[in-house]
T-cell receptor, first 114, second 115 residues
């Protein structure tokens, strides 16, 4: 079975500081991994994905994520946080074959303090 | 604008009533799905479809029905609404074979309250 864990309900960071939002996953076979962001009263927006290749992937708005197969993690990072990055962030996983089902984590609320 | 359109945006139902949440996409995506979002529980998959005429259950299918008669439309039916179905519902779509490269496109959601 597929599963995703986001261990932190909320992450607080000061503006200008680096941020990390954690995600670990469990899936049989090779994973496809995603990050999405949700602003208040909006649908989810795609940020970035890992399919194969370089373990460090870059996405929208200056975000990046590092795939670590041995630790089954896919943490979201940004070198310098902005107040406008404050939102709800979701990690998602899909198996690379056999199903098209995406499983989402419970979400992490990021609060960037001015 | 191309995208996923959900209607209605808000709905209040009485317990036992039925209704259909509409979802339409104009991107020729094969894959469509419905999620519900509840505080502390993230997004949970209700039903999904990999093409017209093909549907399957997700994690929380009870109390919901779907059908996929066209590529564009994927309505979600609540058969007999219950307060436990109070939630925000999202429809999402993607290409099937190219899905990993494009990710999901989400609708803006339907906020449903069952009283």
């Amino acid at each position: 079975a597929q599963s995703v864990a986001q261990p932190e309900d909320q992450v607080n960071v000061a503006e200008g500081n680096p941020l990390t939002v954690k995600c670990t996953y469990s899936v049989s076979g090779n994973p496809y991994l995603f990050w999405y962001v949700q602003y208040p009263n909006r649908g989810l927006q795609f940020l970035l994905k890992y399919i194969t290749g370089d373990n460090l992937v870059k996405g929208s708005y200056g975000f990046e994520a590092e795939f670590n197969k041995s630790q089954t993690s896919f943490h979201l990072k940004k070198p310098s946080a902005l107040v406008s990055d404050s939102a709800l962030y979701f990690c998602a996983v899909r198996r690379s074959s056999g199903t098209y089902k995406y499983i989402f984590g419970t979400g992490t609320r990021l609060k960037v303090l001015a | 604008n191309a995208g996923v359109t959900q209607t209605p945006k808000f709905q209040v139902l009485k317990t036992g009533q039925s209704m259909t949440l509409q979802c339409a996409q104009d991107m020729n995506h094969e894959y469509m799905s419905w999620y519900r979002q509840d505080p502390g529980m993230g997004l949970r998959l209700i039903h999904y479809s990999v093409g017209a005429g093909i549907t399957d259950q997700g994690e929380v299918p009870n109390g919901y029905n779907v059908s996929r008669s066209t590529t564009e439309d994927f309505p979600l039916r609540l058969l007999s609404a219950a307060p436990s179905q109070t939630s925000v519902y999202f429809c999402a779509s993607s290409y099937k074979d190219r899905a990993p490269n494009y990710g999901y496109t989400f609708g803006s959601g339907t906020r449903l309250t069952v009283v």
